[in-house]
Antibody
């Protein structure tokens, strides 16, 4: 059974940092590409970042470039998103998703709230 | 950046009726388009990939088609569990990966 579990969300002040984690099982983690996607309250889906299976290719949306860092630890079947210099507009539910072209497996999402 | 434009924003349909959702890409994206279904409080779920290939476990009443840069998701006979928001996404020209703004399918 495929399971993708996201953790690490919460309330943080503007300028603060937060680290999200995503643990996946039920498929080959090490051979999978992964992405982070977010959804602001009441809004649509926004792609945030991607990382290939080898970790060699990493991309970011312009809105988070220079502030967010995606990484992975295949030994722990884990994907991470380090979020620094957080802004109010980063408030959203953050999902991790496995990518095989399209996004076939999604985690349940965690809420990140940036507010003073 | 490829802009994906979905229409309509809201579609009111009676159970058992047909629903047709549209998505237009601002440039050529081949058939690298996916459709996702999202219900309140849930993560998106892959419905269609490759413009017309149903994802595993998706009922046959869901179908996808394409013509140039126009993409269509059709639900042949709406069931109660199909009322949701649907997003299209292109994965041909990226970064960035881009989603449409969504179409809410609601009960008429």
């Amino acid at each position: 059974e495929v399971q993708v579990v996201v953790s690490g969300g919460g309330l943080v002040k503007p300028g603060g940092s937060l680290r999200l984690s995503c643990v996946a099982s039920g498929f080959s983690f090490s051979r999978s590409n992964f992405n982070w996607v977010r959804q602001a309250p009441g809004k649509g889906l926004e792609w945030v970042s991607s990382i290939t299976s080898s970790g060699s290719y990493i991309h970011y949306a312009d809105s988070v470039k220079g502030r967010f860092t995606i990484s992975r630890d295949d030994a722990k079947n884990s994907l991470y998103l380090q979020m620094n210099s957080l802004r109010v507009e980063d408030t959203a539910i953050y999902y991790c998703a496995r990518e095989s072209g399209s996004f076939d497996y999604w985690g349940q999402g965690v809420l990140v709230t940036v507010s003073s | 950046e490829v802009v994906m434009t979905q229409s309509p924003a809201t579609l009111s349909v009676s159970p058992g009726e047909r629903a047709t959702l549209s998505c237009r890409a601002s440039q050529f994206v081949s058939t690298n388009v996916a459709w996702y279904q999202q219900k309140p409080g849930q993560a998106p779920r892959l419905v269609i990939h490759g413009a017309s290939i149903r994802a595993t476990g998706v009922p046959a009443r869901f179908s996808g088609s394409s013509s140039g840069t126009e993409f269509t998701l059709t639900i042949s006979s709406l069931q109660s569990e199909d009322f949701a928001v649907y997003y299209c996404q292109q994965y041909n020209n990226w970064p960035p990966l881009t989603f449409g703004g969504g179409t809410k399918v609601e009960i008429k």
